[in-house]
């Protein structure tokens, strides 16, 4: 079956975001023009075409363990050919081509598209960042779901409210009005009560934020 059809210029695939916002991050760092390439998130084609990995359970190591692939994660080539095996499997079985799930994949799983709320999100189980969790507390420079969602492709789980099992505080631009004379947020605060208690939480800057979710 010829999976390309007339997608005159076949995309770049992969699993999640977290590859196309890394090569964007790099050449924005190094001042260089972004690749011109039109990118496909084979989570979104398999979320699509398995109902099961609809809502959870769609990183590359669980779908590819379902499939019977064997390869090595974290290995560069290992997970391109893994993303490209999953690919195949789905062009074979709905017998569609790459053009059409370029299409699909950009169109809700079921009924009218939502906003997704920033709070609660679960981290990419194939994500560098896979197991911390992490609180945002005042304004970003990005929208506060934008950054939520670039966190939960890393590997975070992002929750709204502070606990023993925040890992990582990314602190934006207070505003003065709702500090209420003090110079540090509620959320901020209470990290810092958890440090001094024994925890172990990192207080990074937004920037530190997008240095680290580029691992």
């Known amino acids: 079956m010829n999976f390309v059809g007339d997608c005159v210029v076949p995309p770049v695939v992969s699993h999640t975001s977290f590859d196309r916002v890394a090569f964007e991050r790099a050449m924005l760092r190094y001042d260089l023009e ?89 981290g990419n189980v194939d994500g560098d960042l896979y197991g911390e969790t992490l609180v945002f507390t005042g304004a970003l420079a990005m929208a506060r779901h934008e950054a939520a969602q670039k966190a939960s492709d890393a590997g975070c789980n992002v929750v709204g409210t502070v606990s023993t ?30 440090i001094a208690s024994g925890h172990e939480v990192r207080i990074i800057s937004e920037s530190d934020f997008l240095d680290l979710i580029e691992i």
């Open 34 to 122: 972004q690749l011109q390439v039109t990118w496909m998130d084979s989570a979104k084609v398999a979320r699509r075409w398995w109902t099961q990995y609809a809502k959870r359970g769609y990183g590359l190591k669980n779908i590819a363990s379902d499939l019977g692939i064997d390869f090595n994660h974290h290995d560069a080539l290992e997970d391109a050919r893994a993303t490209a095996m999953l690919m195949l499997r789905v062009l074979e079985e709905s017998e569609l081509g790459i053009q059409d799930w370029l299409e699909k994949s950009a169109s809700p799983i079921s009924g009218p598209r939502q906003t997704i709320a920033y709070e609660n999100l679960s």
């Open 165 to 194: 099992k925040v890992s990582i505080l990314v602190v934006g631009t207070q505003n003065k009005h709702k500090l209420k004379g003090t110079t540090k947020s509620t959320k901020h605060r209470k990290v810092e009560e958890l």
